[in-house]
């Protein structure tokens, strides 16, 4: 095997890079969308009616026990049936996005379900009202062991975007595999594009644990 | 849209097929990846830095890069730098067998180290040898700290095994894709592959939760 390193510079190198911010971009919105999501479903997960909160447990576990490839092949062919037709970025936003959304659900319940019952019925006893109760005992409390579990979906979600592929997102592994058919040297187009990846996700890794220090500094004091 | 059942019970063959090479896949990935993770946690367990460095350099690489990246990695560029091809499939285990024993090798660890460390002392007071310490002390009780761990790892194996479609192994969801874009029944067959997968997995993690909820309560 021969490793032609000028095609790698001149070619690889340049046309991998300007497809990053795409994948930054997918992860990114991904995330923000399985936060907020991900609140919505766990409040409906908790909630008193069992109406509401059986059948949220069963979509929640649904999504967890489906493989996300086969999530997003059911968007990309099956929403422009119903007449919804989007883009192919916006697809994989929405389908990582809602992927996670169960993931995180279930954290911020373990989050919320881990401050002890005595706060809820202090907070009761001294006639706070739900939201005081939420955003000043209950939340405060519960972030502490979600937040670094929020920061390992963060970097789940980035090593997931190359899914997109799938759908001819442009992204990192789509390029690469581009790359290589077009000039058939698949060693460097794809073994760069590997790097690449392991670079970011060491980045995503060094990033989460800085705001992971910056968070619980906040909290603490 | 209407769900066609007739076009699902005309292919069930090849989805059958599918079914079973997931279900071949995974055992393999997960034999293979028990075999890698335990040499990779007994890397890990080294009292000497420099013996821990290839193990720590292991697990840090294929559990950060993704599966796909992977995955691609080991079928295109693979057989070009050995100069040998393999098929799909033997890639898409390679790979799967790689990534699970950086996962495996890392929970094996942590069961470990959990354990206190008296019972090691214990058992090198009671004069066992390095076999019986090993067989009868350390894996028994080391093992059952962590199996909610395994089997919820099984249970990401299992859906990872849905990313070897990428590579053409003709497991569940590759089928899918292949009828779905044959027969433009993409509804039929990607709804009751999802189906397939939930059946699967459901129990399994039913299973963690379970033995989670024995070993949170002994």
Known sequence: MNWDWQFTFEVVVPRLLAVVPVTIQATVLSFLLALVLGLALMLLRISPLRVISIPAGEIIEFIRGTPLLVQLFFLFFLLPEIGIVLPPLTTGIVGLGIYNAALCAEVYRAGILNVPAGQWEAAKALNLSACRTYRDIIIPQSLPPIVPALGNYFIGIFKETPLLSFLAVAELMHASKLIGSEYYRFTEAVTVAGVFFLVMSLAAAALVRFAEGRIRGRILH | ?218
């Not at chain 2, 059942?5 to 393999?28: E, K, Q």
């Open chain 2, 1 to 218: 849209m209407n769900f066609d059942w007739s076009i699902l019970a005309a292919h069930l063959d090849l989805l059958a097929l599918g079914a079973l090479n997931t279900f071949l896949i995974l055992l393999l990935a997960l034999f293979f990846g028990v075999v890698i993770g335990a040499l990779v946690c007994a890397g890990n367990l080294q009292t000497r830095r420099l013996l821990r460095l290839p193990s720590r350099i292991y697990t840090h690489i294929f559990r950060t890069v993704p599966e796909m990246a992977l995955i691609f990695w080991i079928y295109l560029s693979l057989p070009l730098i050995l100069g040998t091809s393999f098929s799909a499939f033997a890639s898409g285990i390679l790979a799967l067998s790689l990534v699970a024993g950086a996962f495996l090798g890392e929970i094996f660890r942590a069961g470990i180290v959990a354990m206190p460390a008296g019972q090691v002392d214990a058992a090198n007071a009671l004069g066992l040898g390095f076999v019986a310490r090993w067989v009868k002390v350390i894996l028994p009780q080391a093992l059952r700290t962590v199996l909610p761990a395994i089997v919820n790892f099984i249970t990401e194996l299992l859906k990872m095994t849905s990313l070897l479609a990428a590579i053409t192994v003709g497991e569940l969801a590759y089928q899918a894709y292949i009828l779905g874009s044959q027969t433009f029944k993409y509804n039929e067959f990607f709804t009751s592959v999802a189906i397939a997968y939930f059946v699967l997995i459901f129990p399994v993690s039913l299973l963690a939760r379970r033995l989670e909820r024995r070993g949170g309560a002994a």
